[in-house]
């Protein structure tokens, strides 16, 4: 009768990334040379805070030929990033008749993967270039909110609009969630008009400032995000970052960097002697502008049309199975 196999032991999990982590644990030294497989149970740990859009039909035990410790898990189609897992092993011998002897189930450690790697949002906004469609002319940044929001600023912020901490919207990879604080703009102009639209979903007051207080050659634009919410609206974020401020120092080993004068989404550039702005026909672009902005850059007013609560984008979740902007199978 053959021996029985030790139990693994001292697991431990390191090189986590995205879509991959190393894993190496300890076991008796007779047992190295016995060991032809290895079995990973690998579970979502599934709390309020968790990506809900768990794939469907993938099992969580993954069988690998033994190898040298440590060894690399990788796979796009399991792991999420950005999400807590747990994570067990166990040690097995293929014997002569397909069957394995197995050792018992380690003891279980919990890791967190990490949020996407430039090359990740590499994907995404090549993915996003592809449906960039035309660039049209525009002239102000825009943002709506309410008439509370704006007496606020005025009143205890000296006048200022003050940066704030993005909250969780679109792909649930983005290393800009709940990490970089700055203020949000829209660009977006109406094709008949050339203007901003008059609807918003976030509120009737709009201040605008003119697009070359924030968007100029001492402008660093970083590409963040690109997702949709189950709509047939595809929504590309982009950061705004003064040179050498600490929103650019953020953004610098995080988001791939634009060119701001030739790019598929938002351009400044120099015709005629002038700054010229165009932005994406075929997106709603979201711009995060990193520093505190000054209510006297611009002017502010009531917009005459209706609030749009359904295409308000806090906290939104990425649509998962959409093939246009999602990546490698990832689900948001």
């Known amino acids: 009768m053959e021996m029985l196999l030790s139990t693994p032991h001292s697991i ?144 205890h912020c000296g006048n200022m609009l003050q940066p704030y901490l993005k909250d969780n919207s679109g792909s649930h990879g983005s290393p800009t969630s709940g990490m970089l604080h700055g203020v949000f703009f829209s660009c977006n102009t109406e094709f008949n008009t050339g203007q901003p639209p008059q609807d918003s979903p976030y509120g009737r007051w709009r201040f605008q400032i003119p697009a070359q207080r924030l968007f100029n050659p001492s402008t660093n634009l970083y590409f963040a995000d690109f997702y949709c919410m189950y709509t047939a609206y595809h929504y590309a974020i982009l950061v705004l970052a003064p040179k050498g401020s600490q929103g650019d120092r953020f953004c610098r080993d995080r988001l791939p960097l634009l060119d701001i004068a030739c790019n598929k989404f938002l351009t400044c550039s120099v015709e005629d002697g002038e700054l010229i702005f165009r932005h994406a026909q075929d997106l709603i672009l979201e711009l995060i502008y990193t520093e505190p902005v000054d209510l006297s850059l611009g002017t502010l007013g009531e917009i005459s049309g209706h609030q749009l609560m359904s295409l308000s984008t806090a906290d939104a979740k990425k649509d998962p199975s959409c093939k246009t902007c999602n990546i490698r199978d990832f689900a948001a």
């Open 12 to 155: 431990e999990i390191n090189n986590i990334t995205c879509d991959s982590f190393r894993i190496s644990w300890a076991m008796e030294g007779s047992d190295l040379e016995r060991v032809t497989h290895y079995f990973i149970d690998l579970n979502k740990k599934e709390n309020k805070n968790s990506n809900k859009f768990k794939h469907r039909d993938v099992p969580t035990k993954l069988v690998a030929k033994a190898v040298p410790l440590p060894m690399t898990v990788r796979g796009h189609w399991f792991l999420s990033p950005r999400t807590e897992y747990s994570v067990a092993v166990q040690t097995a011998v293929k014997q002569s008749d397909g069957e394995y002897l197995v050792s018992g189930w380690s003891e279980t450690v919990e890791f967190c993967t990490g949020d996407y790697a430039k090359e990740h949002l590499a994907q995404l906004q090549e993915k996003a270039e592809q449906i960039a469609g035309r660039m049209l002319r525009f002239s102000v940044f825009y943002r709506n909110q309410h008439k509370e929001y704006f007496q606020h600023a005025r009143t």
